[in-house]
């Protein structure tokens, strides 16, 4: 498996601050390189929390997919309480935010930037995870339990391709690595934050949605992937209060059309989002799958490592 | 050292990133020797300013896209295919808006982008936009609406004054949208506002106009009339946001069209026509700067404009549209784009108009901050 290595964020930590307001920092998500201009105070550390062990880039030298920056807001709210702006490429598509929230505007603008440009990827609004190069896509709106389900598996021993985005390459139909914290809600991030403190980062923030924080899945040195995975499982997974596993077979044609109603851009990509789709389907094999139980889902997709054949023993 | 060795060594400096994009824009061949630090700089600049599309156009043309390194080839790649769908929707648009008007028997002349697109000229390759603007005589203004409207485009719902505003003192109705896919089209009566101090009639345009091969009532504005609306939207009009795409557009017209004597001259006929030597000096002015697009000495044959402030209003473009993601004085360009958006509206409407269009903006933007 072809890995970076080298130098991560957390051992250039003291250069960081310096070099954050000034030259900006970028570094590896995986199958793209970011970097971050910022003079919001405190950016420095949050920054080391959640991406501080993955590979630092120089940008003399390499190519940089998307540099963005984090700014003070300017104008006479700045003296009352200081709102900063996110900026891309010359756009600030958000409106100002509370200083605060510096690190959730950083995630949601990576993401804004990565949907809105990404196109050589069919982009899905869904998690990844791989086994052995083989993986697991959960395709779904926020709030199905997909992130939860995709924190316990990587606690498993799972490794993650990416959270909010499933990357699935146009010319060789691979599903491509992004790595960003999972960002987990209320009584998820309540369970992890008990079974690991260590991979949460030290806050949260308050959204339509309620309390969010972010859980850092973190590698072991030389561990950081860069290689893509072959699509094997599709899942459509629906978190249910008080019930038992529950998994049946989906046929490939829902599956489809639950892939490519939860994709940023199926339409905009036309004929090529079609045959890529059609392809990871044609690999894949598709389930609906209701859990309540962490265990035992964990342990169910252990077996479905194991043999890849559980979708068909009885329900 | 050769030339582009030492473009690329400047660039490090701040001020450099915009001579690097312009070099590449100019002629694509300098986008091979780009390294990845030279893209760093190049790439979100294109980007901020709408022309990767057009970048990555020139080089699938010449060619070059394959050999672009991979990690910066997939977003060329990616926006080459983004501007090919792009141009498709739009022809596909165009034979709907054909469709209506020939069928009340209304010809029309395409404007800007979507005339681009429908002469296939270089200007319009890998250039986006979000609207057709079409324009016909005032005395088919009705029935060309009438037209549309049954073909199942709707006005979008404005208050009483922004219909004033429309109807009464601009150079188009409210913008049209279509029930059914959404796409906007802005029909025009004339290219600019019935308020503005620029002269601009629409007779002689249309009667200038050139048909659209396969279209029976579509036409599009004459090379040099073509040329003339982009200097007078960019240099007349209050919003300059776009002005680094637009000079670029002015280039390859020139180079495009430039090489026929006629254009330079019905072009010197309709600036001494309409009294606009101040903005086509302006436009030839930052070509010649940034692109230098080769003149042959017809070109030299547009009147000169007399003026004092010829000077300084060059120098005030220029830093107006300068590329700040590349290095561009952020201070200086807001100011000189301030000057030049009082100058627009100053063109576009006469004072006392102008007082009330700036007060109503103001006190309905405050009344909708309230809601």
Known sequence: ?315 | MNALDEAIATARTPRGGIGLVYDVLRDSRAALQLDPAGWNLVLPVLREHGLLGRLACDLDGAGLLERIDAAVGRHLTAARDAAGRHAAAVRLELGYVHRALAEADIPFVLLKGAAYVARNVAAGRGRFFNDIDILVPEARLAAAEGALLRAKWVVEELDDYDTTYYRVWMHQIPPLVHTQRASMLDLHHAVVPRTSRVRMPTAPLVEAATPVPGFTHASTLAPHDMFLHSVVHLFCEEDLSQGVRDVSDLDRMIREFGQDDAFWERLATRVVDFDLAGPVAYAMHLVEAIYGPPLPPAAARLPRPRSLILGPMRRLFAHAIEPTLAGGHVGRKRFARYLLYVRGHYLKMPLPLLIRHLWHKATSRRAEAEK
Request: net charge neutral; aromatic share 12%; glycine share 8%.
């Open chain 1, 1 to 315: 498996m072809r890995t970076i290595s080298g130098p991560t964020l957390a051992s250039a930590s003291r250069r960081l601050s310096a070099e954050l307001p000034s030259t900006g920092v970028a570094w590896s998500l995986g199958t793209f390189h970011v970097s971050l201009r910022s003079d919001v105070a405190g950016l420095a550390d949050s920054l080391l929390a959640i991406y501080g062990c993955h590979p630092l880039i120089d940008p003399r030298i390499e190519f940089v997919d998307f540099p963005v920056a984090i700014g003070r807001a300017v104008g006479p709210r700045r003296f009352i309480s200081p709102q900063i702006l996110f900026r891309a490429d010359g756009a600030e598509p958000f409106d100002p935010q509370p200083r605060k929230n510096a690190p959730a505007m950083l995630e949601w603008g990576l993401n804004w930037r990565i949907a809105t440009q990404g196109h050589w990827y069919l982009m899905l609004h869904a998690a990844t995870l791989h086994r052995d190069g083989r993986a697991a896509i959960f395709p779904g709106k926020p709030g199905t339990g997909k992130s939860t389900l995709c924190t316990a598996l990587i606690e498993d021993g799972w490794t993650l391709l990416s959270d909010e985005f499933a990357l699935l390459s146009l010319s060789d139909g691979l599903l491509y690595p992004l790595w960003k914290p999972i960002s987990l809600k209320e009584r998820a991030l309540d369970i992890f934050r008990e079974r690991v403190p260590e991979k949460i980062a030290p806050w949260t923030f308050h959204s339509t949605k309620g309390r969010i924080g972010f859980y850092v899945p973190g590698f072991a040195d030389g561990q950081f992937a860069v290689a893509p995975a072959i699509p094997a499982w599709v899942v459509m997974v629906s978190f249910e209060p008080g019930s038992r596993l529950r998994h049946e077979s989906l046929p490939k044609s829902d599956a489809f059309v639950h892939a490519a109603n939860n994709s940023f851009n199926y339409s905009l990509l036309g004929e090529a989002a079609f045959v890529a789709l059609r392809r990871m389907m044609a690999r894949s094999r598709s389930f609906y799958l209701a859990y309540s139980d962490l265990a035992e889902a964990t342990a169910f997709f252990a077996r479905l490592a194991e043999d890849g054949v559980a979708e068909h023993s009885a329900a």
